[in-house]
Protein backbone atom coordinates (compact mmCIF):
# COMPACT_ATOMS: atom_id res chain seq x y z
CA UNK A 1 0.00 0.00 0.00
CA UNK A 2 2.65 2.38 0.99
CA UNK A 3 4.45 1.73 -2.82
CA UNK A 4 0.83 2.80 -4.63
CA UNK A 5 0.45 5.77 -2.08
CA UNK A 6 4.41 6.70 -3.22
CA UNK A 7 4.00 6.15 -7.08
CA UNK A 8 1.20 8.36 -6.59
CA UNK A 9 3.38 11.70 -4.99
CA UNK A 10 6.18 10.50 -7.57
CA UNK A 11 3.85 10.66 -10.75
CA UNK A 12 2.21 14.56 -9.26
CA UNK A 13 5.81 15.28 -8.51
CA UNK A 14 6.74 14.48 -12.28
CA UNK A 15 4.14 15.55 -13.83
CA UNK A 16 4.16 19.55 -11.96
CA UNK A 17 8.14 19.18 -13.10
CA UNK A 18 6.69 19.34 -16.17
CA UNK A 19 4.28 21.53 -16.29
CA UNK A 20 6.81 24.23 -14.39
CA UNK A 21 9.08 23.37 -17.64
CA UNK A 22 5.97 24.02 -19.89
CA UNK A 23 5.70 27.41 -18.08
CA UNK A 24 9.29 27.84 -18.38
CA UNK A 25 9.96 27.38 -21.87
CA UNK A 26 6.77 29.73 -22.79
CA UNK A 27 8.05 32.19 -20.66
CA UNK A 28 11.44 31.90 -22.22
CA UNK A 29 9.66 32.42 -25.51
CA UNK A 30 7.66 35.33 -24.60
CA UNK A 31 10.62 37.48 -23.41
CA UNK A 32 12.89 36.64 -26.25
CA UNK A 33 9.95 37.77 -28.75
CA UNK A 34 9.60 40.89 -26.44
CA UNK A 35 13.41 41.64 -26.83
CA UNK A 36 13.17 41.01 -30.85
CA UNK A 37 10.02 43.80 -30.87
CA UNK A 38 11.97 46.09 -28.60
CA UNK A 39 15.16 45.93 -31.19
CA UNK A 40 12.20 46.47 -33.90
CA UNK A 41 10.64 49.41 -32.68
CA UNK A 42 14.11 51.26 -32.11
CA UNK A 43 14.74 50.92 -35.44
CA UNK A 44 11.22 51.67 -36.51
CA UNK A 45 11.43 54.99 -34.15
CA UNK A 46 14.88 55.89 -35.99
CA UNK A 47 13.43 55.60 -39.03
CA UNK A 48 10.63 57.85 -38.73
CA UNK A 49 13.02 60.36 -36.95
CA UNK A 50 14.63 60.28 -40.76
CA UNK A 51 11.49 60.69 -42.41
CA UNK A 52 10.64 63.84 -39.95
CA UNK A 53 14.19 65.33 -40.63
CA UNK A 54 13.43 64.50 -44.39
CA UNK A 55 10.30 66.85 -44.55
CA UNK A 56 10.64 69.11 -42.45
CA UNK A 57 13.61 69.93 -45.04
CA UNK A 58 10.20 70.35 -47.79
CA UNK A 59 9.40 73.99 -45.83
CA UNK A 60 9.36 75.75 -48.93
CA UNK A 61 7.18 73.91 -50.02
CA UNK A 62 4.11 75.33 -49.34
CA UNK A 63 5.67 78.86 -50.92
CA UNK A 64 6.39 76.89 -53.93
CA UNK A 65 2.87 75.67 -54.68
CA UNK A 66 1.36 79.46 -53.77
CA UNK A 67 3.76 80.87 -56.37
CA UNK A 68 2.03 78.00 -58.85
CA UNK A 69 -1.24 78.49 -58.11
CA UNK A 70 -0.47 82.42 -58.87
CA UNK A 71 0.64 81.35 -62.00
CA UNK A 72 -1.84 79.38 -62.94
CA UNK A 73 -4.61 82.29 -62.42
CA UNK A 74 -2.33 84.26 -64.58
CA UNK A 75 -2.28 82.22 -67.29
CA UNK A 76 -5.61 81.56 -66.93
CA UNK A 77 -6.53 85.87 -67.03
CA UNK A 78 -3.97 85.81 -70.10
CA UNK A 79 -6.16 83.26 -72.25
CA UNK A 80 -9.46 84.21 -71.44
CA UNK A 81 -8.14 87.69 -72.19
CA UNK A 82 -6.35 86.07 -75.77
CA UNK A 83 -9.78 83.86 -76.15
CA UNK A 84 -12.16 86.90 -74.99
CA UNK A 85 -14.68 84.79 -72.84
Given at each position: MLA?????W?????ISSL???VAAVILIVIVALATRIARQA???EQAVEVVRRQT???????RINDSGV????????L??????K
Open positions: VSSAGLVGIAVIAATATELGGAARILHAARSRKVAVG
